[in-house]
């Protein structure tokens, strides 16, 4: 069905999953409705800025990825655009009902970047891939806002934001050919796709660096450690070495979604230990 394919199911899952990550997460329940209601909402929010970000996108789709719902016809922009902000108004108002006013905040916050992202941000350099990061994130801090989780959730944020940036900087690598067609800004537009690569080793560096900060200062067990180093950080220089050895699109694509997979392996790795 082309309005649940829209909104991408498994991303939305993701996020559910996010939300209860961070409100569980060395943690224990105090109350199961803000949870529900704050992963309902994070999720509604989500799915609009998917709706909204392929109706901005329809241009570059036509070029790219013509077989998506909006450029092959399955549903119509305007009524992709009223989907998505029958949405972002569903998903802010279930922020009310966790019982927490920083949660109704960042519902607001990120609905908005969500938005702007898709209508302006996407083509800038680097700002696009910034606030990417963050409402991915962020997701894991919404889930720590409303279960009283904050200090433990922060963990998972911040190896979510630089994983995310990761991958983000690598979809631009993709999808540079429509984006030049277009005039976007992009950092691959602005670098080209082999720097792409380069670059990425950065951030990359970032989550093997702070894995070793958090077994140092005893946030994380040795165990946990190894198998983080074996499990996440092994498999990502793996990816990294594999665009960067010949720059195309395939692999571009190949590691992008890879990389979807690996992160799901960190929340299982950092759940489990």
């Known amino acids: 069905m082309p309005f649940i394919k829209i909104i991408r199911p498994f991303n939305c899952l993701f996020v559910i999953l996010s939300v209860f990550f961070g409100a569980l997460y060395q943690s224990s329940i105090s109350n199961i409705y803000p949870i529900i ?8 929010i989500a799915a609009a800025g998917y709706v909204i970000n392929d109706f901005f996108d329809i241009p570059i789709d036509i070029i790219n990825r013509p077989n998506r719902i909006l450029p092959s016809g399955k549903i119509s922009p305007k009524v992709a655009y009223l989907f998505s902000i029958m949405l972002f108004i569903f998903g802010i108002t279930a922020s009310y009902f966790t019982q927490n006013y920083y949660c109704v905040i960042i519902a607001i916050i990120n609905s908005i970047l969500l938005f702007s992202y898709a209508k302006t941000f996407k083509m800038s350099f680097l700002i696009g891939n910034i606030l990417v990061a963050y409402t991915t994130a962020s997701t894991f801090l919404f889930g720590g806002l409303c279960n009283n989780n904050v200090k433990n959730s922060m963990i998972i944020v911040i190896f979510a ?3 995310t940036f990761i991958r983000e900087i690598v979809k631009d690598g993709e999808d540079i050919e429509g984006d030049i067609k277009l005039g976007a800004k992009t950092l691959a537009v602005k670098i080209g796709r082999k720097n792409i690569a380069i670059i990425s080793i950065f951030p990359a560096s970032g989550i093997i660096l702070y894995s070793i900060f958090l077994s140092m200062n005893n946030m994380i067990s040795l165990k946990v450690f190894l198998v983080l180093t074996v499990g ?9 070495i594999y665009i960067l050895r ?6 571009f694509a190949n ?19």
């Open 37 to 44: 209601f704050a992963a309902l909402s994070a999720t509604l």
């Open 161 to 163: 934001f630089l994983y």
């Open 232 to 240: 996440i950080s092994l498999p990502l220089t793996i990816l990294i």
């Open 255 to 273: 590691a992008s979604s890879l990389m979807k997979i690996n992160m799901l392996m960190l929340l299982i790795i950092l759940w489990v230990g």
């Open 246 to 251: 010949k720059s195309e699109v395939k692999r």
